[in-house]
């Protein structure tokens, strides 16, 4: 049956092939024969670098016959191209959003409004912006054409929400969508999600059925497209199954076959699942040396200023829609006043009130917006800044791991990445939350700083106090307020310290407000400043944290305040918060 599928779906694609190079004329059937030709063969031949030039010759066809369907898909497959085939959002949001500006003027094109919406919505998935595009795709499922689709990417982003037996619902919904159809390439593709994301919830022979049902799919069909994809899952479903050796030759492959694609998400996830590969195989060298560059990958894939970029584009969007919308109201206010001046000045005087009425309400929606834009701008700075804090004390703690392997000391080597992933499994948990609850801070720092004990060979001590009146349950704060400050008492102060460190971290209730410090018995911030010139860190860590303090302030309109207390040993740091409570 698969075969007959695989021949059949060929024969189309040649047969359209051959029916374009014979048509005499540039009209919209010409149009119309390559838009249809490009959707079939397209994604089957991803790394063809034609395709770019091949949707620019038909929208420039389209534009040139005033057609407006070649122009909103041409545009559209020329977002798919930026956005799936050279991992670029941001020119792929232009091309989708001119797109869906030509579909939402013509009626008769409202059918294609659906593809496009999809494509915005999987940017803000991809963009890890979730609870944005779940609102955009359940929205999606008025539309029965497209509910194989819609279910697969809902299914996906409660996949990545953690939220898996929601996730496994709607993936098992879409493959029974797509059967009714036999769409192979979908079953496929869901299939393949679906045995990662039941393999992570612990079903594990469920997993590995649909995922060793979704790789003949693709060997059978040579579904190229989701070769990569499906080879990243397989990796890490074998991973989970202890069958290390597959999981190795997949997500080895899907890093060969992955270099004509260049898709950095694809290539993040397989260095991460060789990184846990090696590490099971006790390589901990590989095992270092891909989760590096995995690092390195990730940071660039999703980081705040790309997030920026898109929601500027989004809200310019909506913007320029709003303005073209007043300024063909204002035209209609012209002719009405004109006419007005015909009838009466009693009609003139209406139309007159109507439109300062309408200017006001105009200026109104912009102030919003622009209120709304101020908010996101704020909130996004405030992501970037606590993702400064990360990149530091990672590189420094692979550096640890690395030292422990060229001393051969595997043990500690395992001991301390155990450590390590776990910290970077909270901190990656928290990473979009602007607040998180007392007792999850708390238990990232002690993470944290039994990772720098180990580190610096236990040369100092830690206790952590917390009144009693605080519920450490029900009290929100920002993540890692104090991270910096407890890195600079380790390095500035206790390691040039001859005799043992102490730090103690305290939350205390003042006057409705939470005070987190952190107490050190180091040798002092002048006397570590004359020690070293290079203090960058120091005021670097010390910036980052005034200005998360500046934004919440102005995001909150609450007073929060760092003070660093000078003592006649050692350093005090104290962050005063308003106290918010989760519940």
């Given at each position: 049956m698969t075969s007959l599928f695989c021949f059949s779906q060929n024969a189309v694609i040649d047969s359209l092939d051959r029916v374009i190079k014979n048509h005499k004329s540039e009209d919209t059937t010409y149009v119309n024969l390559r838009i249809s030709y490009v959707a079939k063969k397209m994604f089957l031949t991803p790394s063809d670098t034609t395709w770019t030039d091949y949707n620019r010759k038909t929208l420039e066809i389209s534009k040139r016959l005033k057609y407006a369907k070649g122009i909103a898909l041409s545009y559209n497959s020329l977002g798919i191209i930026q956005h799936y085939f050279l991992s670029d959002p941001l020119d792929a949001l232009d091309y989708y959003q001119e797109s869906y500006a030509i579909i939402e003027n013509e009626p008769t094109l409202k059918k294609y409004a659906v593809g496009v919406l999809t494509n915005i919505g999987l940017i803000n998935y991809e963009q890890q912006e979730y609870d944005?595009?779940?609102?955009?795709?359940?929205?999606?499922?008025?539309?029965?054409?497209?509910?194989?689709?819609?279910?697969?990417?809902?299914?996906?982003?409660?996949?990545?929400?953690?939220?898996?037996?929601?996730?496994?619902?709607?993936?098992?919904?879409?493959?029974?969508?797509?059967?009714?159809?036999?769409?192979?390439?979908?079953?496929a593709n869901i299939k393949s999600n679906l045995g990662l994301v039941q393999s992570t919830a612990g079903y594990l022979n469920e997993g590995l059925k649909n995922t060793t049902e979704s790789l003949a799919l693709v060997e059978e069909n040579n579904l190229e497209m989701l070769r990569v994809s499906a080879y990243v899952n397989a990796a890490e479903v074998y991973l989970k199954n202890d069958n290390i050796e597959k999981a190795e030759y997949y997500a080895t492959n899907s890093l060969k076959?992955?270099?004509?694609?260049?898709?950095?998400?694809?290539?993040?996830?397989?260095?991460e699942t060789l990184a846990h590969v090696y590490e099971r195989k006790g390589d901990y060298k590989n095992a270092l040396s891909h989760y590096k560059e995995h690092i390195i990958i990730k940071d660039s894939v999703i980081n705040a200023d790309r997030k920026l970029e898109i929601s500027r584009k989004e809200i310019q969007y909506e913007a320029d829609k709003d303005r073209a919308i007043a300024q063909v109201e204002i035209a209609r206010q012209k002719s009405i006043k004109n006419a007005s001046i015909i009838g009466g000045s009693g009609l003139i005087a209406a139309s007159l009130i109507g439109f300062i009425l309408y200017r006001r309400k105009q200026e109104a929606v912009t102030k919003t917006k622009e209120a709304e834009f101020n908010a996101k701008v704020s909130d996004t700075e405030l992501k970037a800044l606590r993702s400064q804090m990360n990149p530091h004390f990672i590189f420094n703690s692979l550096n640890s791991i690395g030292d422990y392997i060229l001393k051969n000391d595997t043990q500690s080597a395992s001991d301390y990445l155990g450590k390590f992933a776990k910290l970077m499994r909270l901190t990656l948990e928290n990473s979009e939350k602007s607040e998180i609850l007392l007792s999850e801070d708390i238990s990232l720092l002690k993470t944290y700083l039994d990772i720098e004990r180990k580190r610096f060979e236990n040369r100092f001590d830690y206790c952590i106090e917390v009144d009693d009146t605080l519920d450490v349950d029900n009290i929100l704060i920002p993540p890692m307020i104090l991270q910096p400050f407890l890195e600079n008492s380790i390095i500035h102060g206790l390691n040039k310290n001859t005799e043992k460190g102490q730090i103690i971290i305290s939350f205390k209730d003042q006057n409705n407000m939470i005070v987190c410090s952190v107490d050190d018995n180091g040798v002092g911030r002048q006397n570590s400043e004359s020690a070293t010139s290079n203090t960058s860190n120091t005021s670097m860590g010390i910036a980052?944290?005034?200005?998360?303090?500046?934004?919440i302030n102005k995001l909150k309109n609450t007073n929060g305040d760092l003070k660093i207390i000078d003592k006649a040993k050692g350093t005090r740091v104290e962050v005063s918060l308003p106290i918010q409570f989760a519940y």
């Open positions: 944005k595009s779940l609102k955009t795709f359940k929205t999606l499922l008025e539309y029965p054409d497209y509910r194989t689709n819609t279910l697969f990417n809902i299914g996906n982003i409660y996949g990545h929400k953690k939220q898996l037996d929601s996730s496994i619902y709607y993936y098992k919904d879409a493959i029974f969508e797509a059967e009714k159809s036999n769409n192979i390439m979908h079953i076959l992955n270099e004509a694609l260049n898709s950095l998400a694809t290539k993040n996830s397989a260095l980052i944290t005034k200005s998360r303090i500046d934004i």
